[in-house]
């Protein structure tokens, strides 16, 4: 039962813009237009074809204000539609109500009436507005403050219900009369995505939204579908949401029912787009956390004749989302909330056709869906160049086995110029089934580029460094490590190598390859060290690439990480042999290994060693890269901390990433710094770094 209210003026205008400390308005006639936060037009991201509209702003009530600007620049909405912020259930219906009407939907706390909002709905001057739900909702104190606010006359109704599907069906019936919504969409009152995502379909063909319970049809809604008499109902959202029971008791009111849902909420929206918004030349993407966007996004997507789509305010674009950007093609992406540069380079770059869908490799199994699979990794690195041009530049060094590429960024300013900075290589997952080793990467990559603006360290690394990271060196052992949905413990390449697969890359390098114990010859070995040196393309693919930093017969290259998993360890060279001090390493060097291992694990609280001091390596990589270029060049071995399964590397739960990965954030960027001259670190900068500030490598070492 809808209770409509026509409540006095208890504020005065005046004084209510005092006391948000606009004074200066006060005297004026009309309050100016308030600029949508963060709107921002143009053609985006290099795209040749597709242009963003960011509607972004701090908050939900900041968002709602900016889209009403947008749909109303010059003011004069006819009604505006006021829910809470924080408990939208009662506003879910009102997106295809407030299109009809050719009104704004705006957010209010339920104790107060933000001064922004206020500010908007002055501009606005609408000649009617609904508050949406009981003063459990929004308090009395609100509608006052929105009574006084206004001019004299202006209608400020509450329109309730006893519940969510009591308030929709209320508006429905105040805008439809019997007979006149051919199609009535019905979602689940907890389901805000597929109510948001069926607005703009609803207001399309005309008819209204109401909402269901899971397992019953609401009393309220069955009578306003008994009064509307529409020709079909289409039912948004899946059986959890909106059961099959519920759709029996539709039918026996209306006989037409059909229900369109997808795996996911993000699907579902999909799902109705392409049902009932087959063309689009625009979209609108709502960001979260949470619904609110969308939902006051939904008067503007039907008057632009675009769909809502979702998408969440960082990493991957749901796959829903994307695909449905790639069969549309819009040349307009409407953002409704705030997404990184990299989840608005996904929006264009999907939509211009400069990313695509990779070829499909093994997903992660559902408990650890948030890591980056092989196809996720290509889409965000090749996202981050999209969005940051000028910083990165995507390539490969070459291809595994399977021909899958092995993916590398240069991060520097002015990219693609090879200027002659220190230059810095971090690589990951040699072993296949280290795979933190990827999300460490891919956050090296994030940080390099987010921060490039508003960093000034991050800044001048990336200005005065050429910082090279190799992404994944063995894509086809983690392919195979993650295939049928199960973990396999997976280390190797998958090379065969008579009856067997696999060799362990990192005892495969050129350096005492097989010299001491450190590895296996035997092919069924978890550390099976190949048939030669360099007999796997995949560290030939490394070597080749280290090996073309070297311009002038100077290698670029200073210093190097390579990421593996486990122990909290950073190991420096060598490998093969136990002794600290062998003939092969100056004391100068070794002086250099210990002081900034030890710096870095005073960072990140990693424990500091020789590479050997475990078991002994022969052919790893990191002896190479100091043996052959002079590179301090160290290993990391990521969280956690050593369980014992000496074979296995464990596979952390994606909760922990966020922390493992920022905690090795400063040691990174010390690495990169220290690039610059590692013989600073021992004072000894003058001697071997005063000439040029390039290091030559020092040919006495060079086979
Ligand atoms: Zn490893």
């Not at 606005?124 to 206004?150: D, F, H, K, M, Y």
């Not at 100056?586 to 002081?595: P, Y």
Request: some cysteine; glycine content about 8%; proline content about 6%.
């Amino acid at each position: 039962m809808a209770m409509v209210q026509v409540r006095p003026r208890l504020v005065d205008p005046a004084r209510f813009l005092i006391a948000l400390g606009l004074v200066a308005l006060v005297a004026g006639v009309e309050a100016p237009p308030i600029q949508a936060a963060g709107a921002q037009s143009g053609t985006a991201l290099g795209s040749s074809r597709v242009s963003t509209e960011r509607l972004g702003g701090a908050d939900q009530y900041a968002v709602a204000v900016a889209i009403s600007a947008r749909l109303f620049p010059h003011g004069a909405a006819p009604v505006v539609y006021l829910a809470a912020g924080d408990n939208f259930a009662d506003a879910l219906a009102a997106g295809p109500i407030a299109a009809r009407a050719g009104g704004a939907i705006l957010y209010t706390s339920s104790s107060s009436l933000p001064s922004a909002v206020g500010l908007e709905l002055v501009r606005l001057a609408p000649a009617r507005v609904e508050v949406l739900g009981g003063t459990a909702v929004i308090s009395a104190a609100v509608v006052a403050n929105v009574t006084g606010l206004l001019a004299p006359g202006t209608i400020v109704e509450r329109v309730a219900g006893s519940d969510a599907a009591g308030t929709a069906a209320a508006l429905s019936a105040r805008s439809f009369k019997p007979g006149s919504a051919p199609t009535v969409f019905v979602a689940g009152a907890g389901s805000a995505a597929d109510a948001i995502a069926a607005g703009p379909a609803a207001a399309q063909l005309g008819g209204p939204l109401l909402l269901a319970a899971a397992a019953t049809l609401p009393s309220a809604t069955a009578a306003e579908l008994s009064r509307l008499k529409p020709g079909r109902v289409v039912v948004v959202g899946a059986t959890s949401s909106v059961s099959d029971a519920v759709l029996a008791q539709i039918a026996q009111i209306v006989p037409k029912v059909e229900r369109v849902s997808g795996a996911d909420a993000y699907a579902s929206a999909a799902a109705v787009a392409a049902r009932f918004l087959p063309i689009a030349a625009t979209e609108v993407v709502a960001s979260g956390p949470g619904y609110a966007n969308g939902l006051v996004a939904v008067p503007l997507a039907a008057a632009r004749h675009a769909s809502i789509l979702f998408a969440q305010p960082t990493d991957m674009l749901p796959t829903a989302t994307r695909d449905r950007l790639i069969a549309t093609r819009p040349t307009t992406i409407v953002i409704a909330g705030s997404v990184s540069e990299v989840v608005r380079a996904q929006l264009v770059g999907f939509a211009d056709g400069r990313l695509t869908v990779p070829a499909p490799t093994p997903a992660y199994p559902a408990t650890d869906s948030a890591y980056h699979d092989y196809g996720e990794m290509v889409t965000l690195i090749k996202a981050t160049e999209i969005a940051y041009p000028t910083l990165v530049h995507v390539f490969s060094i070459g291809k595994s086995y399977q021909g899958r590429d092995i993916w590398a960024a240069k991060v520097s300013d002015n990219v693609s110029v090879d200027e002659n900075e220190p230059e810095v290589l971090v690589d990951a997952l040699h072993h296949a089934d280290e795979h933190l080793g990827v999300e460490q990467a891919l956050y090296l990559l994030s940080t390099l580029t987010s921060e490039y603006s508003t960093n000034a360290y991050v800044h001048r690394l990336v200005n005065e460094r050429e910082i090279f990271i190799v992404f994944a060196l063995n894509p086809d052992g983690w392919a195979y490590d993650l295939s049928g949905g199960t973990y396999h413990y997976w280390r190797k390449n998958r090379q065969p190598n008579g009856g067997y697969i696999g060799t362990d890359i990192n005892r495969n390098y050129g350096y005492k390859w097989g010299c001491c114990g450190g590895s296996s010859s035997s092919a069924s070995a978890w550390n099976y060290r190949g048939t030669s040196a360099f007999s796997t393309p995949e560290a030939r693919a490394l070597r080749d690439f280290v090996a073309s930093r070297v311009v002038g017969g100077v290698q670029q290259i200073k210093t190097h990480v390579t990421l593996h998993v486990n122990g909290e360890l950073i190991l420096y060279p060598y490998g093969y042999t136990k002794t600290g001090l062998p003939a092969d390493m100056t004391a100068d060097d070794h002086a250099v290994f210990l002081s900034m291992a030890q710096t870095m694990a005073g960072m990140n609280g990693y424990t500091a060693e020789q590479s050997s001091r475990l078991y002994v390596t022969d052919g790893d990589e990191i002896d190479w890269m100091y043996h052959q270029y002079r590179i301090f060049s160290f290993t990391f071995e990521l969280y956690p901390l050593d369980q014992n399964i000496l074979y296995r590397d464990v596979y952390p739960p994606y909760s922990v990433v966020a922390a493992q990965t920022a905690r090795n954030r400063g040691a990174l960027l010390y690495l990169i710094d220290t690039a610059a001259c590692p013989y600073r670190v021992i004072n000894k900068a003058a001697q071997y770094c005063s000439a040029a500030p390039i290091l030559p490598a020092p040919s006495g070492l060079l086979p």
